[in-house]
Nanobody
Framework: QPQLVESGGGLVQAGGSLRLSCAAS????????IGWFRQTPGEEREGVSC????????KYVNSVKGRFSIFREDAKSTVYLQMDSLKPEDTGVYYC????????????????????YGQGTQVTVSS
């Protein structure tokens, strides 16, 4: 059974940085598109960033462009989300997600496109 485990969340002051990790077990990442999503109570899950298999193309939601960076190390079965210049509005539970791509296709920020999700890691940014 494929599993994803997020780590690296925590409490940070505005302007600070965190690096989230998403470790895969039970499968290798090289054939998967990977996405990062976040959710706050009462809100829908929002796509933050994603990375495509093979060529590693990336996408970001407008609110994090220039501040967040996604990168993957397939040999370590891990995808990272580097978050800099954090703002209070970045607060939420962050989830990574995976979808197998038999053919190369650009990743998407739509949560409905993904098959596997981790349990999430809490990120809290204080003002």
């Amino acid at each position: 059974q494929p599993q994803l485990v997020e780590s690296g969340g925590g409490l940070v002051q505005a302007g600070g940085s965190l690096r989230l990790s998403c470790a895969a077990s039970g499968f290798t990442l090289d054939s998967y598109n990977i996405g990062w999503f976040r959710q706050t109570p009462g809100e829908e899950r929002e796509g933050v960033s994603c990375t495509s298999r093979t060529r590693g193309g990336t996408k970001y939601v407008n609110s994090v462009k220039g501040r967040f960076s996604i990168f993957r190390e397939d040999a370590k079965s891990t995808v990272y989300l580097q978050m800099d210049s954090l703002k209070p509005e970045d607060t939420g539970v962050y989830y990574c997600a995976a979808i197998k791509m038999p053919l190369i296709r650009s990743c998407t920020l739509s949560s409905h496109e993904y098959e596997y999700y981790g349990q999430g890691t809490q990120v809290t940014v204080s003002s």
